[in-house]
């Protein structure tokens, strides 16, 4: 996969803080397209996403999402699901955000580099009417943040502590 966004997780796969090292391992892109049939009604996913995929999905040290991109998302959506809410748009959950208390996704329908939204509570805080999400707590750090400018961000912070 020819990669336009991301070049900073190929210069940068590895995180080493003298405890322990993390290696970014991604999804095959056969692997990517059954996640864009199970997550994006078949639609390919933006480029950003699928670069993310790529280079880092399965295994990361910059997202803290326990076991990966796909089981940290599916976990979060069964939990909604059990709490019979539902997104009415395609998303993507990217991270845990905070210790449990939100997640960082993008909707999968905003062009090749969504905007990554941050909720500033688990499920339980979300205010829904219909069984749809009708507002989300956002934390404001995050607004108008472009997925591969948030994911440039952690990467070069984590490098930066790592070179310290």
Same mark, same amino acid.
């Given at each position: @996969?020819?990669?336009?966004?991301?070049?900073?997780?190929?210069?940068?796969?590895?995180?080493?803080?003298?405890?322990? !090292?993390?290696?970014?391992?991604?999804?095959?892109?056969?692997?990517?397209?059954?996640? $864009?049939?199970?997550?994006?009604?078949?639609?390919? /996913?933006?480029? +950003?996403?699928?670069?993310?995929?790529?280079?880092?999905?399965? $295994?990361?040290?910059? /997202?803290?999402?326990?076991?990966?991109?796909?089981? *940290?998302?599916?976990?979060?959506?069964?939990? @909604?699901?059990? @709490?019979?809410? !539902?997104?009415?748009?395609?998303?993507?959950? !990217?991270?845990?955000?905070?210790?449990?208390?939100? *997640? $960082?996704?993008?909707?999968?329908?905003?062009?090749?580099?969504?905007?990554?939204?941050?909720?500033?509570?688990?499920?339980?805080?979300?205010?829904?009417?219909?069984?749809?999400?009708?507002?989300?707590?956002?934390?404001?750090?995050?607004?108008? +943040?472009?997925?591969?400018?948030?994911?440039?961000?952690? +990467?070069?912070? @984590?490098?930066?502590?790592?070179?310290?």
């Amino acid at each position: @996969m020819n990669i336009k966004y991301l070049n900073i997780i190929r210069q940068h796969p590895t995180f080493n803080n003298g405890l322990f !090292t993390d290696t970014c391992q991604g999804f095959s892109e056969a692997e990517i397209r059954r996640l $864009e049939i199970k997550y994006n009604n078949g639609n390919a /996913f933006p480029l +950003v996403v699928k670069e993310f995929l790529y280079l880092a999905g399965k $295994e990361n040290y910059f /997202f803290d999402a326990n076991g990966g991109a796909e089981h *940290f998302h599916d976990s979060v959506l069964s939990e @909604m699901s059990r @709490m019979r809410l !539902t997104f009415n748009r395609p998303i993507l959950i !990217t991270s845990n955000y905070g210790v449990g208390n939100g *997640f $960082e996704f993008v909707y999968l329908d905003e062009g090749d580099d969504p905007i990554v939204k941050v909720t500033s509570g688990g499920p339980s805080n979300f205010q829904w009417a219909n069984s749809n999400i009708v507002d989300l707590p956002w934390d404001d750090e995050y607004t108008n +943040v472009r997925l591969s400018e948030c994911i440039k961000c952690y +990467v070069s912070t @984590m490098q930066e502590k790592n070179s310290k």
